[in-house]
């Protein structure tokens, strides 16, 4: 086999030529993590195999790239870049990587979290305008905290906020069982919940699943934290129940559009925080992240 790392930055690159073996399959890197789907089929002549870590992926696209047969996505999200099961039907197998930063991305929702309990990012943006401007904040501890699905990411954020002294609920598509974790349905979770967090995968079921009527059934006042995929919100919804006060604050890493439009209405609202999609960005997940990637190549060269 042959495996291209299609779009790496410099710092995963960096961490695949330490952690690429002797004796492993061969595996080049682009170091242009610029490219768009058309430089794909070029790209790729000759590789069977592609590492791919944000770059969309048409099915159209694909069908071009007569070598390739497998794709090992650098996370979970690979839905939101490409469409594995038209993929499937062309004989190219979709690799996904689960678990490698639960901590960083758990971390970061408790960090727009208590950003978003005490309104820090405004305060820092008039200080440095020339105001001082204060409001009460939101005390945390006591609060109840909601979890829209509970996977491992939700799990990290459960023993940090219950460390802080929050209740935790949590909502699951399958029944599950977790020390001090309150599973209930989620018309109760979200009537409840003082912060609700979203830990869902996107999938054609779960688009939209944050629903403008979902939404109106949150305790009014609550924060929403989204480290999850965009499109898992109705964001209209979203924009109308902030401006409202149905919602206090959101805290958004991720966007049904990235990057971002700089003429966005999110960028015109003083109730949200905004992170560029990397909650999941720390060394110690990039490196835990490029070794499965690197053991997933292994895998194919072994028949696996």
Sequence with gaps: MTALFIDANESLAVIVERLHAPGDPPLRINRNPDITSDDIP?????????????????????????????????????????????????????????????????????????????????????????????????????KTLGLIGFGGIAEEVARIASGSGMRVLAWNRTAKTHDGVNFVGLDELLAQSDVVS?????????R?????????????????????RGALVDEAAMIDA??????RHAGLDVFVTEPLPQDHALTTLPNVTL??????????????????AIQHC??????K
Aim: aromatic share 4%; hydrophobic share 45%; with cysteine.
């Design 42 to 142: 070029t790209l790729l002549d000759g590789a069977d195999t592609v590492i791919i870590d944000h770059t969309e992926l048409p099915t159209e696209v694909a069908r071009r790239c007569n070598d390739l047969k497998h794709v090992v996505f650098l996370g979970t999200g690979a839905r939101s870049y490409m469409n594995p099961e038209e993929l499937a039907s062309l004989g190219i197998e979709v690799r996904t990587i689960k678990g490698y930063g639960d901590t960083a991305v758990a971390e970061c929702a408790i960090a727009l979290m208590w950003e978003a309990a005490r309104g820090l990012a405004q305060m820092d943006r008039g200080i440095r305008a020339g105001n001082w401007l204060r409001d009460d904040g939101m005390q945390l501890t006591g």
């Design 198 to 206: 979203l830990h869902l995968l996107l999938t054609d079921e779960t």
């Design 208 to 228: 939209g699943f944050l629903s403008r009527q979902r939404i109106a059934a949150m305790k009014r006042g609550a924060i929403l934290i989204n480290t999850a």
């Design 242 to 247: 902030l401006r409202s006060g149905q919602l």
């Design 275 to 292: 992170s560029a999609h990397s909650a999941f960005r720390t060394p110690e997940a990039s490196e835990n992240l490029i070794a499965a």
């Design 298 to 303: 292994r895998e194919i060269a072994a028949g």
